[in-house]
């Protein structure tokens, strides 16, 4: 069992990390992975209702995520239905390349730690593309944008889905994670943007003669809805600070109030102009296979948990390596070939709260470097992965121009840590 277990597991991991070869969408395959490991574990079983009761466990404490992501992809549709972001856009008046570095990658940052990576991205390439001509140009800005949008998900408990993960979980809390991984974030961005800030020197990029702009929605009625959106997702700590509650319940809280605030805020409209604007509209646009995607490799993961399998890992790099350090640093690294969510989800199995107590020293770096890590290579991140498709960006391309960038943020970041644990 075991071995067909793990087996299957290999196998679906692989089409998920060879999704584009394939053809097949890696929620597909992380799905039907998920279900065959959990299938097999029920045939080995004396009594089929112990599996079943297990699977219940688990997708309660999965739909917890589930629901997270499901909440906060909404509000953020819901803001760029309104055309909430275009106050970036009617802000940025330089062409000078130095300037507009240091403009994207700060901007990036900050509302990646408000947002989350992978939506900040895709904001910041679909801005990049109604300021940039160039796209060779552009493809600079856009390599910046995934390390900058990861660096700043990395201290957020809402900035990118480990972090969430290990927030939800319990390893972390938000005053500490923010407190303890903003500076070696903060750094691991300004590395790689001051290497790019020397290198750009005099380098001036051609405006779009005309930033394209619907006109259509009140000026009045996007800052509210901006600023509403805002407003709930960053009261869902507070609200999991008051309450005790799981993260969920506050995001789907605040998704409550969006629908109020949408619904009184467009009450006489025709139902055409209405429904374009509503809650409903925005929870047809947002990305359900990556919700499906999650669902099912975090079943997948359950089931190396409950067969033993994690522990085992665990009990022979404790044996093996006994850093923490070296450990985790790997682990991070391995995270731009593999996806972070899995190696995340594994290594909550692995070690209990007993063993590393919450804010541990090993929990806050692992956020960091599963964070950062996967900037090194374009398919290491959901941020990457929507840089690639959204730029048609080639893996070798990011390699030569991109990577060295990310490491040298990664190691200074991870270094600036180490510094902060020795004197602190």
Not at 56 to 76: C, Q, R, W
Not at 244 to 251: D, E
Not at 297 to 325: F, H, M, P, R
Not at 378 to 394: F, R
């Amino acid at each position: 069992m075991y071995i067909l277990i793990a087996s299957l597991f290999i196998i679906g991991y692989l089409a998920i990390i060879f999704e584009h070869k394939i053809h097949l969408n890696k929620a597909a395959s992380a799905l039907i992975t998920g279900v065959l490991c959990w299938t097999v574990y029920a045939l080995f079983q004396t009594t089929q209702s112990h599996a079943s009761e297990l699977v219940l466990k688990h997708l309660g404490e999965i739909s917890n995520i589930l629901f997270f992501l499901l909440g906060a992809m909404t509000i953020v549709e819901l803001i760029d239905s309104h055309d909430g972001f275009e106050f970036i856009t009617e802000r940025i008046s330089t062409n000078e390349i130095r300037r507009l570095l240091w403009v994207v990658g700060l901007i990036t940052f900050f509302l990646s730690a408000i947002l989350d990576n992978l939506t900040t991205t895709i904001v910041m390439i679909s801005l990049l593309r109604k300021i940039i001509i160039d796209k060779k140009q552009r493809l600079i800005f856009t390599g910046l944008v995934v390390i900058a949008a990861n660096a700043g998900g990395a201290w957020s408990p809402l900035g990118d889905v480990s972090t969430t993960m290990l927030w939800i979980g319990g390893q972390i809390t938000p005053a500490k994670t923010i407190t303890g991984l903003f500076l070696p974030s903060m750094v691991c961005l300004l590395v790689p943007l001051l290497i790019l800030h020397f290198k750009s020197r005099g380098q001036v990029f051609q405006r779009v003669t005309a930033i394209p702009s619907s006109g259509s929605m009140p000026r009045k009625d996007r800052d509210l809805i901006l600023l509403s959106g805002i407003g709930v997702l960053l009261m869902v700590p507070a609200f999991k600070t008051i309450t005790h509650l799981p993260p969920c319940m506050g995001m789907l809280f605040g998704l409550g109030i969006m629908w109020i605030v949408t619904a009184i805020l467009h009450h006489g409209k025709e139902e055409a102009d209405k429904d374009m604007l509503s809650v409903s509209y925005a929870m047809r646009k947002i990305d359900t296979p990556s919700i499906l995607f999650f669902l099912g490799i975090l079943l997948a993961v359950a089931v190396l948990q409950e067969t033993g399998q994690l522990k085992y890992t665990a009990d022979w790099l404790s044996s093996n390596i006994k850093s923490e350090t070296v450990v985790i640093s790997i682990i991070g690294l391995l995270s731009s070939l593999v996806d972070n969510v899995p190696l995340v989800a594994g290594l909550q199995g692995m070690y209990s709260l007993d063993q590393y107590p919450t804010d541990h020293f090993f929990w806050q770096f692992l956020a960091y470097c599963t964070g950062t890590g996967g900037s090194a290579l374009i398919i290491g991140s959901a941020a990457g992965v929507a840089a690639m498709g959204m730029e048609k960006i080639g893996f070798f391309w990011y390699l030569k121009n991109i990577s060295l960038l990310a490491i040298s943020g990664y190691v200074a970041g991870a270094l600036v840590y180490l510094l902060q644990q020795m004197l602190f």
